[in-house]
């Protein structure tokens, strides 16, 4: 079993920054591909930023140039570092990770939640 655990979340106001983590633990071999996910109240869960264990990243493009995804792979930690927080940004940021765990399977697994919220 795969847990992921974030932290970070907060209340800011426009322009502010700030820093989510997501810790992964478990029975793990190896962690691919890491993530960050939004949810809003009236929205799907929408991809935010990606990236590989080699360290490629992918983002969405309201975020460019504003967050900047990394991880630690000694650490199987995520992070989300973002800047120039819009109220758009508000809502739940979901870590998301590919796993491959000690029974040879791949877990597609997600941490419980962290609430960004940002005022005008």
């Known amino acids: 079993q795969v847990q992921l655990v974030e932290s970070g979340g907060g209340s800011v106001q426009a322009g502010g920054s700030l820093r989510l983590s997501c810790v992964a633990s478990?029975?793990?071999?190896?962690?691919?591909?890491m993530g960050w996910y939004r949810q809003t109240p009236d929205k799907q869960r929408d991809l935010v930023a990606t990236?590989?264990?080699?360290?490629?990243?992918t983002y969405t493009d309201s975020v460019k140039g504003r967050f900047a995804i990394s991880r630690d792979n000694a650490k199987k930690t995520v992070y989300l570092q973002m800047n120039s927080l819009k109220p758009e940004d508000t809502g739940v940021y979901y870590c998301n990770a590919l796993v491959l765990t000690t029974s040879l399977r791949t877990s597609n697994t997600w941490g419980q939640g962290t609430v960004v919220t940002v005022s005008s």
């Open positions: 478990g029975n793990i071999v190896t962690i691919n591909t």
């Open positions: 990236i590989t264990r080699g360290g490629t990243t």
